[in-house]
């Protein structure tokens, strides 16, 4: 592990480098983008509330930015050994995630090019072959169609039919894709972070435990939700009331940025609980931070020493969506005493956030549909929403 401070990380807010001021958007007025990016008295708000449930936007939205940008489908272990393989699905389009027997993975379109019927069942495993359902037809890890079941088709040339393939790239062992093969590579753009999170070697941690989900609300209320911790005084008033203020934003990049909490007078700011009850062979490392990392417009993740727990999103509908939260542990960590019950726990209690966030979005979604949602306000204390809300609103803009 690496040994950099967070304390080396700048403490002012980097404004995104990215700033077209040209409207002639047809889904914003002047006012509205004044709003958002610079304020109107000195407080921004936040997306204008149809952002969240007109299918126009959204369908501007799934063709401008999330075809456009790297979506995050999972964990590099959850396809770990060649022949692995786990399905997602990502505005419709079925998708199976496979490491081949060269250990890469690849991103593939779960789709038969016989027929169009779905090659891989909804799931995960390990294979040789991909067997299409249907006629039986069978592709490689790699995608190329191998077989023609019953009898073969004279003059057809089997390299023109692979299933599609999209772009993938793991950062940190989190799976990326992109529908966009023009796409700039996604590690360059993260170089930033690695001030953040070099000591932690994320890359190796293992998964753990995970809850999947239906969520009915627009994806971006998952992201966002996540990307600020103000809503501890309402949503996890419970556990966490009382400790918005002890986090703020600490690094930005044109599509990421960083916000913490420290711990002040004994009184945490760990959601899921202290973390003390592991700790690192080499305690100079331990970091007593809570780290939340949004990379737009899909991955959100909550760090510490020994933990990463993040939402995945399998995008469907405007307000319809399916997630996955779940966590991930640093190796060192599971060889601890007693660490099949520890982190039981800690699965119990990323469930129990979960359920409180769930609600919490759930109540946000009736509430954005009023008719008289003209002005809302981004409070200084979930500032680094406005960086995200630039950065959306910079795809309507270009
Ligand atoms: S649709 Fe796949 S083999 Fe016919
Ligand atoms: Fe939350």
Request: aromatic share 14%; with cysteine; net charge negative.
């Amino acid at each position: 592990m690496g040994n950099t401070k967070l304390s080396m990380i700048q403490s002012e807010p980097v404004q995104a480098k990215t700033d077209v001021r040209t409207n002639g958007s047809p889904y914003f007025s002047e006012q509205e983008i004044k709003e958002v990016r610079d304020g109107v008295d000195g407080l921004k708000s936040m997306l204008p509330a149809r952002c969240y449930y007109d299918n126009d936007i959204y369908n501007y939205e799934v063709e401008n930015i999330l075809k456009k940008n790297w979506l995050c489908v999972g964990r590099w272990d959850w396809a770990e050994n060649p022949g692995d393989y786990f399905t997602t699905r990502m505005f419709g389009e079925p998708i199976v995630i496979v490491r081949g027997q060269d250990s890469e993975l690849r991103a593939l379109i779960n789709v038969c090019q016989h027929r169009w019927a779905q090659v891989v069942p909804d799931g995960s495993g390990n294979t040789k072959l991909f067997v299409c359902p249907f006629h039986s037809w069978t592709y490689g890890l790699d995608g190329q169609l191998r077989g023609i079941a019953a009898r073969s088709l004279p003059g057809f040339d089997k390299k023109n039919c692979s299933m599609p393939s999209l772009r993938l790239e793991v950062w940190e062992g989190f799976i990326f894709i992109n529908f966009d093969q023009e796409a700039k590579p996604l590690a360059p753009q993260l170089e930033g972070l690695k001030d953040v999170i070099g000591r932690h070697g994320l890359s190796e941690y293992r998964s753990g435990g995970r809850v999947e989900y239906e969520t009915q609300w627009n994806y971006k209320l998952s992201f966002e939700t996540g990307y600020e911790a103000y809503h501890h005084e309402g949503c996890h008033k419970s556990i966490l009331g009382g400790t918005a203020h002890q986090y703020g934003p600490i690094a930005f990049g044109d599509i990421w940025g960083v916000y913490a909490g420290e711990p002040e007078d004994g009184r945490h700011a760990y959601p899921f609980g202290k973390p003390s009850w592991f700790t690192p062979d080499d305690e100079e490392n331990f970091d007593e931070k809570s780290i939340f990392i949004g990379i737009y417009p899909s991955l959100i993740t909550y760090l510490n020493t020994h933990q990463v727990t993040f939402i995945v999103t399998e995008y469907d509908e405007v307000s319809r969506n399916r997630a996955i939260t779940a966590n991930a542990f640093a190796p060192w960590a599971f060889g601890r005493p007693g660490a099949d019950d520890l982190m039981k726990e800690q699965n119990g209690r990323m469930a129990f956030v979960q359920d409180q966030d769930t609600s919490c979005c759930q109540n946000l979604q009736k509430g954005l549909r009023s008719s008289y949602n003209t002005k809302s306000v981004v409070h200084p204390l979930e500032s680094q929403l406005s960086h995200y809300y630039n950065w959306v609103m910079g795809h309507y803009l270009k």
